[in-house]
């Protein structure tokens, strides 16, 4: 099989706008995607809303329809790095009924994002996060949040770390936890790059780093709009990146909504297959 090959059988897109989880699924299956991937901060996919019957439905349609499923964690509700404990114990709670969905569903995979920390604005300087002054306290929240997730994730499903956003802080925590934790890696590629285009270097060497610790790859463009636009129309070289990392056991995911934008970037993916070596 051909790195180009390899990557094909290995796209999938961002599940949001879509009226139902089979939707998604029949969706996937008649256009050549190999998987879903929920995300758990619409209201219509919140695990509550499936009982065990329909979790078990869900589960064997998509095996018939030979679509994995993986899920995602809203990155907006939940920031593991609060200090404010009995709002991090709740986060951590709720991240865990979702991985329970996820073992229900057979999920292979669940995103989840390392969170936001307060920033107070300083003259001539900017935005400057109160991480930096109590980075101590950053490390052993974070840290002891991944660690106790990651345990209990263990077995039922795969816990990827995606970086949005990383820091030097989330850099060393996820360094010292690869070693003893089961936690993995998802790299949204366009997040890499600032908002003017230029690169921050620090992130793609961490990735470049612990590519055997990448699972997925988030896909989609950035322009001067922002980011999460359709692939070729912003500052992203995809053929470097899915050169660099066609080898490897990744998953691709088009982060591109809704699904017709997303059906679209997969045919810009096909467009490559030339330059694919």
């Known amino acids: 099989m051909s790195k180009f090959e390899r990557i094909r059988s290995r796209l999938g897109y961002h599940v949001v706008y879509d009226k139902s989880i089979a939707d998604a699924i029949n969706f996937a299956s008649k ?4 998987f879903i991937q929920i995300d ?30 993986t899920l995602h964690v809203s990155g907006e509700d939940f920031s593991l790095q609060t200090l404010h404990s ?42 400057v996060p109160i991480s930096e002054q109590y980075s101590d306290i950053h490390k052993e929240t974070l840290e002891g949040a991944l660690r106790e997730l990651s345990s209990y994730a263990e077995g039922k499903t795969l816990l990827c770390v995606e970086n949005a956003p990383f820091n030097k802080i989330v850099m060393e925590v996820l360094d010292k936890l690869f070693s003893k934790e089961g936690v993995f890696l998802t790299w949204d590629i366009a997040k890499t790059y600032r908002q003017d285009g230029s690169l921050i270097l620090e992130v793609e060497d961490f990735f470049l780093k612990h590519l055997d610790k990448v699972r ?24 470097r990146y899915l050169n660099l990392l066609g080898d490897w056991n990744i998953d691709y995911t088009i982060e591109v909504r809704p699904k017709e934008k997303a059906l679209t970037c997969l045919r810009i993916i096909e467009g490559f297959m030339d330059k694919i070596i």
């Open 216 to 239: 997925e790859c988030h896909l989609h463009d950035r322009t001067d709009r922002g980011s999460h636009e359709i692939l070729g129309r912003g500052k992203i070289d995809f053929v």
């Open 86 to 127: 009995r709002i991090r114990f709740a986060i951590i709670d709720r991240i865990k009924e979702f991985i329970d969905f996820a073992q229900d569903l057979h999920a292979i995979r669940m995103t989840i994002h390392p969170g936001t920390v307060p920033v107070f604005t300083m003259p001539g300087i900017g935005h």
């Open 40 to 69: 758990l901060a619409m209201p219509k996919f919140f695990q509550e809303k499936y009982d065990q019957t329909a979790r078990k439905e869900i589960r064997e349609y998509a095996e018939r329809k030979k679509v994995d499923l």
């Open 31 to 34: 256009n050549g995607f190999a």
